[in-house]
């Protein structure tokens, strides 16, 4: 297994979120491998000015709370919320220790392990299982317990590996989704990155 190592998260989230997009995401459950390929991501950010969108830098004037400490932490730590009362998200910590810096993954195309990812999903079509941040998180079993998990760790039981990435001609890019009253330039900024015309891109 060639899994990414920890050098590889501790870069700014606007290197890692593009680079991340080919690579295959890997949750071992109950010895089986669930797997897919990372289709679109979404960077929140060590910029040179604090990220009004990302939630180390607009809480608590950028300072750690109990939600958000594991942002601050080590690059290549999973970073696992739950949002509007039932939807876990996945994101991975990168850049500098300190500074609150993750990169939320949006996007899976399914690889290993599609009829548990439906079991989990309760049966949706295979586009469906996988092609937004909280359906991903549900179709290969995220919750809180992984929050704070190593996922360099070569004992761990989620984890990235490496794998060819997209051509660069085949990365768009856009504002990311979801943010409310964020405001600008942070709601419009184009740190969304995804695979050009792949079918489990989130709508």
């Given amino acids: 297994m060639n899994r990414l190592e920890k050098s590889f998260f501790a870069r700014p989230a606007l290197v890692v979120a593009p680079e991340l997009l080919g690579k295959r995401l890997v949750r071992l459950?109950?010895?089986r491998r669930l797997s897919g390929i990372v289709v679109e991501t979404e960077a929140y950010c060590d910029s040179d000015q604090p990220?009004?969108?990302?939630?180390?830098?607009?809480?608590?004037?950028?300072?750690?709370?109990?939600?958000?400490?594991?942002?601050?932490?080590?690059?290549?730590?999973?970073?696992?919320?739950f949002?509007?009362?039932?939807?876990?998200?996945?994101?991975?910590?990168?850049g500098e220790e300190g500074i609150?810096?993750?990169?939320?993954v949006r996007a899976?195309?399914?690889?290993?392990?599609?009829?548990?990812?439906?079991?989990?999903?309760?049966g949706r079509t295979l586009v469906e299982l996988t092609n937004g941040p909280a359906k991903l998180a549900?179709?290969?079993?995220?919750?809180?317990?992984?929050n704070g998990a190593n996922?360099?760790?070569?004992?761990?039981?989620?984890?990235?590996?490496?794998?060819?990435?997209?051509?660069?001609?085949?990365?768009?890019?856009g504002p990311r989704i979801?943010?409310?009253?964020?405001?600008?330039?942070?709601?419009?900024?184009?740190?969304?990155?995804w695979v050009r015309g792949n079918k489990f891109v989130s709508r």
């Fill in 29 to 31: 459950v109950d010895g």
């Fill in 51 to 81: 990220d009004l969108a990302c939630h180390g830098d607009r809480a608590n004037a950028g300072r750690p709370t109990a939600r958000t400490a594991v942002m601050f932490g080590a690059a290549g730590t999973a970073y696992v919320y």
């Fill in 83 to 94: 949002t509007y009362g039932m939807h876990w998200m996945f994101n991975v910590v990168t």
């Fill in 100 to 104: 609150a810096s993750a990169v939320l």
């Fill in 108 to 122: 899976l195309e399914p690889a290993e392990g599609v009829d548990l990812m439906s079991e989990h999903r309760s």
């Fill in 138 to 146: 549900q179709a290969v079993a995220v919750d809180k317990s992984l």
């Fill in 151 to 173: 996922l360099c760790d070569s004992g761990g039981v989620i984890w990235f590996e490496n794998a060819p990435s997209p051509p660069a001609d085949q990365i768009e890019t």
């Fill in 178 to 193: 979801g943010l409310g009253k964020t405001p600008e330039p942070w709601l419009s900024v184009p740190w969304r990155f």
